[in-house]
């Protein structure tokens, strides 16, 4: 690809793969394979996404969503947030059930992108630990159905880890890119000593 390329929906999922192939390379290179990619236009992809978030003069964040992804399929107001905050969605193709959400606020700030359920789609039951398979459901999914499940890190805006307690009093920790469910990491010794 060269910086001239053109940069639309099929580069932005190598850009979302790209995190993950750090959780799921495996599943990652099933979808490259769907996609008819390969790993370094993953890597040139995500290369040239970082280099128009970084670039001095480049638009703003939500502007780049919109250059790479178009006209968003929906624009609502996001609930018990006043008004100037929205909710944009995009379809992805990698996964038709789920849909590319940014939150923004006013002036444009973005404090949310992530993936999240397709109005009208299906929503997993999530009861146990085997439930919670890769690529199966959502952050905002397993913070429902699990009570009292809690973020205890975000190290950066595109990834998050919740702490929760399954049904058979057990805790654990499930780990998501761009809000996407990607492991459930095993605990350190010192999470397991905590939670004795």
Avoid: I
Avoid at 29 to 51: I, P, S, V, Y
Avoid at 151 to 164: F, G, M, N
Avoid at 175 to 196: C, D, M, N, S
């Amino acid at each position: 690809m060269t910086p001239a390329a053109p940069f639309g929906p099929a580069e932005f999922q190598l850009v979302l793969l790209r995190r993950m192939a750090d959780h799921q390379p495996e599943l990652v290179e099933d979808a490259l394979r769907a996609l008819g990619a390969t790993r370094t236009a993953m890597r040139e992809a995500n290369k040239r996404w970082q280099a128009r978030a970084h670039a001095r003069r480049g638009p703003g964040e939500l502007d780049r969503y919109r250059a790479a992804l178009g006209a968003p399929e929906s624009r609502r107001p996001v609930p018990g947030l006043p008004a100037g905050h929205e909710a944009w969605a995009w379809p992805v193709p990698l996964w038709p059930e789920l849909r590319f959400t940014v939150c923004a606020g006013p002036g444009r700030a973005v404090w949310s992108r992530t993936l999240t359920r397709a109005p009208g789609s299906p929503v997993p039951e999530l009861r146990t630990a085997a439930d919670l398979l890769p690529w199966r459901c959502t952050v905002d999914e397993v913070y429902a159905a699990f009570p009292g499940a809690r973020v205890r890190e975000q190290p950066s805006p595109t990834l998050t880890r919740l702490d929760l307690t399954l049904p058979d009093g057990s805790a654990c920790s499930a780990e998501f890119a761009w809000g996407l469910l990607q492991r459930l990491p095993p605990a350190t010794p010192r999470e397991a000593l905590t939670r004795a």
